[in-house]
């Protein structure tokens, strides 16, 4: 049984920093993509950042230089680390994994977490 549990999500201010984690288990962890998705109150869901099995990184323009995503294989773990946060970026965040390995499409989703940023 596959399962995606995010954690970390929570309140910060503007400017502010939040790592999110995503634990996975019933999956090949290591040969799986990771990404990271979200969604804001009355707007669809969005890319944020994506990590395939070889570690190349993609990342939405409105996050580029501001969030970084990674993968500890070892752990079946990938994390999203966000500094310099906005209010726009207040919305809940979802992991998935993309059992390919390449980041273009998402199999399995987790329940997401709220991060929420004040001004």
């Known amino acids: 049984q596959v399962r995606l549990v995010e954690f970390g999500g929570g309140l910060v201010q503007a400017g502010g920093s939040l790592r999110l984690s995503c634990a996975a288990s019933?999956?090949?962890?290591?040969?799986?993509?990771m990404g990271w998705f979200r969604q804001a109150p009355g707007k669809e869901r969005e890319f944020v950042a994506a990590?395939?099995?070889?570690?190349?990184?993609y990342y939405a323009d409105s996050v580029k230089g501001r969030f970084t995503i990674s993968r500890d294989n070892a752990k079946n773990t990938v994390y999203l680390q966000m500094n310099s946060l906005k209010t726009e970026d207040t919305a809940v965040y979802y992991c998935?994994?993309?059992?390919?390995?390449?980041?273009?499409?998402?199999?399995?989703w987790g329940q997401g977490t709220q991060v929420t940023v004040s001004s």
């Open positions: 998935a994994t993309d059992l390919s390995g390449w980041a273009q499409r998402w199999d399995y």
């Open positions: 990590i395939s099995w070889s570690l190349t990184t």
């Open positions: 019933g999956i090949t962890f290591s040969s799986s993509a």
